[in-house]
């Protein structure tokens, strides 16, 4: 009988392939293209389906993570019907095209982020973007913003009043971001989280005990960095206490990623996190 499924193509050449770079039409196309499933489609579904649990702090980490699976899993999904692979690294080679088109190189760059040079690359597209033409830069962003505050909306129960009002300017963002840094920096915050990987005893598959450190890290980051205390550190920023405080903390912080002081803050801070956890940090390109 004929079977529906396509063999994988025998020879490499043969095998799909993403574009060389990105142009005006592609760049907001993908945009739009993950927005329709993002607020009409199988993505928003599962959104819905993560806001029915909003409230219990104790899942906040495990929402947020389905929620990231959700939304990034669109734009994979949306991302392999240009030839991009469809996992984390053609995530990371269509962000490396956005900012390649956007500053006009458009090949032979050269920089590829790997999966824990992430911090890096974004202050690296923050100084790009700098040179980048202001009335697509502005666009484009205004686009991702607004779809980042309708996934973060849609899952936890936010209304766009509550979002806008919670907007701060840089000087703001930067001094909240030194803060949160301070605290994930402290040595109370290290020493917890050196101890409790040091506890965690070992699978025997490398990959499973390194997804059980970043679950580790996040757990602490989220309870005691920023829940964490009376009053917490979300609260001294400016937001309300527990769960709301928190998601609005950081769409609010989405905003300032590229700004090269914050960026700063958050790459520091996030290094020394994930030494105390003994996560190693390899050096190099993910090669394509």
């Known amino acids: 009988p004929l079977s529906s499924s396509t063999p994988p193509p025998?020879?490499?050449e043969d095998m799909p392939r993403p574009p060389m770079f990105l142009t005006k039409e592609m760049a907001f196309g993908i945009q739009s293209a993950t927005e329709l499933f993002v607020r009409h489609g199988l993505g928003k579904q599962k959104l819905k389906d993560i806001s029915k649990e909003t409230g219990d702090v104790k899942t906040l980490v495990s929402r947020w993570q389905r929620m990231m699976e959700a939304y990034l899993g669109t734009q994979?999904?949306?991302?392999?019907g240009l030839g991009y692979k469809p996992n984390e690294h053609g995530l990371q080679l269509y962000n490396q095209h956005v900012a390649m088109y956007i500053v006009h190189v458009l090949a032979g760059l050269g920089y590829k982020p790997n999966e824990h040079?992430?911090?890096l690359y974004n202050q690296h597209v923050a100084m790009y973007m700098q040179n980048a033409e202001p009335d697509i830069q502005e666009e484009l962003r205004i686009g991702t913003r607004d779809l980042w505050r309708f996934v973060l909306a849609t899952?936890?129960?936010l209304s766009t009043e509550e979002i806008a009002a919670s907007e701060m300017t840089i000087p703001e963002a930067r001094d909240a971001m030194h803060k949160v840094s301070q605290k994930m920096q402290s040595p109370e915050i290290l020493e917890a989280i050196a101890g409790k990987a040091a506890k965690a005893p070992p699978t025997g598959n490398e990959g499973m005990d390194m997804a059980m450190k970043h679950q580790m890290v996040q757990d602490k980051l989220v309870h005691d960095v920023y829940l964490g205390g009376e009053p917490s550190l979300v609260e001294e920023c400016g937001f309300q206490k527990g769960e709301k405080g928190y998601v609005l903390m950081q769409c609010v912080m989405a905003?300032?990623?590229n700004d090269p002081l914050v960026s700063q803050y958050v790459g520091s801070a996030m290094m020394r996190i994930l030494k105390s956890a003994g996560i190693?940090?390899?050096e190099g390109p993910l090669e394509g």
Not at 76 to 80: E, G, I, P
């Open 76 to 80: 994979v999904h949306v991302l392999a």
């Open 117 to 119: 040079g992430l911090q």
């Open 155 to 157: 899952s936890f129960n």
């Open 255 to 257: 905003e300032h990623q």
């Open 10 to 12: 025998s020879n490499p």
């Open 280 to 282: 190693d940090l390899p």
